[in-house]
């Protein structure tokens, strides 16, 4: 019942970003717009490939990550990698998270608490990642931001900023930002345990449960960092997530420049960055709705896009970015022999260990040590 009333949430939220995104806009000329680029096929068939490169470009720095397990393939973590999107593009909830946990289990019978700490080490340069691409873009991009609003005092506070002055005091604050994050992710590979006390001093007013929250973020991340080998897989690690994030961009530029659209790298970073922001928590199958709101504003208010135009491209982005990830998954269940049923074999056998496993020190080492 829980989950039911969970997952009418979620869909509900996507309806309404749906609005918000096609309140003003006339549906028939944004369709009319995208059937009139149908000769620019090979531009979108370009698209549909570098998306699908950015999923096996995760499977690579997924064989990175378990190189402590050798038995485990670099096509056995693609086709677990291509599963994972496969699962987070047709169910709700981020489904397939759990996909990629449990199935190293069933195939090798690497323990469920390890598995889980290779998971953490892929989220966790995500994490980086966007923390380094919120910092490039801001400081690459910053002067073209929001162009028509650039002349207007903006009122905050009781005070009237120029929007010149906003996006210096972002750009400030992104490498704060970085900053604290890169320190915080250093503290948790020296010091888990004061940084968990430090947390501690701050969540236990919340309550137990906050507590509980806290340590069991820094023990995941913890986790996941312990998991390499050698610092060597952990700068293999990093080139890979490079490449994918940079695939991701390129499909951005791609699919603006078919719409007479022409982004920079790093503006194409910034609505990476935005819609990678909208669409980070559990949600209803797909992305869909907080995707499409996240990328349309992203173009129409960062970077003037008219928005019909932005939301063609915004409408492209999504289907380019959901549907070759899907034919992939479907190729790769079928190398793998899975069925759908393994997706709630996942959930099963996870929802009663979450709060009780713990990494396998065995399987969990950085240099011998962390």
Known sequence: MKRFAILSILILISLGCLWFTFRNVNFGEVMSMITSKAS?????????MVMMMNIIFRGFR?????????EVSLKRCITITSIMFLGNSILPLRAGEAIRVYLPYRLYSIPLATSMAFHGADRLFDMIAMLVLLTLSLWFAGDTIAPAARTH??????????????????????????????????????????LKRFMGFFSRPLGERWLRATNGFVDHLHSGIAVFRNPRDFILGGFWTFLLW?????????????????????????????????????QAPGYVGPFHLGFQMSLSICFGVAIPTATAI?????????VPVILLGFICMSIEGISFSSFTEAQQTLKPNRSKIRPDPHHCHFGGRL
Do not use: K
Not at 175 to 182: E, M, R, W
């Open 314 to 322: 915004a409408y492209l982005a999504h289907f380019f970015q959901i």
């Open 246 to 282: 940079w695939m991701v961009i390129l499909n951005v530029q791609i699919l603006s420049g078919v719409f007479g659209v022409d982004l920079t790298w790093a503006q194409a970073g910034m609505v990476v960055f935005l819609v990678a922001v909208a669409v980070s928590l559990p």
């Open 153 to 194: 005092p903006v009122e905050m506070f009781g005070h009237s900023y120029t929007f010149d002055g906003l996006v210096e005091l972002a750009q400030g604050s992104s490498i704060l930002i970085l900053l604290v994050g890169l320190g915080g992710i250093l503290a948790v590979c020296l010091i888990p345990e004061q």
């Open 62 to 70: 997924y064989h990175r990550i378990l190189a402590s397990v050798p």
């Open 40 to 48: 620019s096929w090979p531009w979108f068939l370009v698209s549909g």
